[in-house]
């Protein structure tokens, strides 16, 4: 017993290994129980997406414009569609055709459409964070404020366009 006892005393290895037992049965006498054991990640809660609303209200808080901006353009779609029987990218590019079908505005139809693609795909590209920006000289704060600037002339002419296809449906 006295060469354990001198093992266990020992400095060099039996100190270290004591505390580390002391450690040990600490540990297991005194460990929460209450606390439940994790497995892995957990699945986050699918977002909402049942209507227009729900699919653009948490993009907006989290300053994700793309989706807002591809659910405009699918509701101005839907008017065009209700309208002439035709999407936006089966309209002819012609705008005396386009006018013959019913449009009330069609060069504005056309402006309205081309700020939307432009703008979404400045969305996209701010929200990846890609250095293939149109505007790749500017800082990504600028770049942010400037599509910001331009965002709502783009949404009210889009307003514009839907007033007027619907009001003379």
């Not at 699919?55 to 591809?70: A, D, F, K, N």
């Not at 386009?98 to 701010?126: I, Q, Y």
């Amino acid at each position: 017993m006295t060469g354990l006892l001198a093992f266990l005393l020992d400095p060099r290895f039996g100190v270290p290994i004591l505390l580390l037992a002391v450690a040990l049965g600490s540990w297991l006498l005194y460990r929460p129980w209450q606390l439940p054991r994790s497995s892995g990640a957990e699945p986050t809660a699918a977002e909402p997406d049942r209507d227009p609303v729900s699919r653009t209200y948490l993009p907006l808080l989290r300053g994700e414009y793309s989706t807002v901006l591809q659910e405009t353009y699918d509701r101005l779609d839907r008017a065009v569609q209700q309208r002439t029987g035709l999407s936006l990218v089966e309209l002819p590019f012609w705008r005396r055709a386009v006018a013959r079908l019913g449009v009330p505005d069609p060069k504005g139809l056309a402006s309205a459409r081309e700020r939307l693609d432009t703008l979404e795909l400045w969305a996209v590209r701010l929200e990846s964070d890609s250095w293939l920006r149109r505007d790749f000289w500017r800082s990504w704060e600028s770049s942010r404020r400037i599509f910001l600037r331009r965002i709502d002339p783009a949404l009210a002419a889009v307003d514009r366009q839907l007033t007027l296809l619907e009001k003379n449906a």
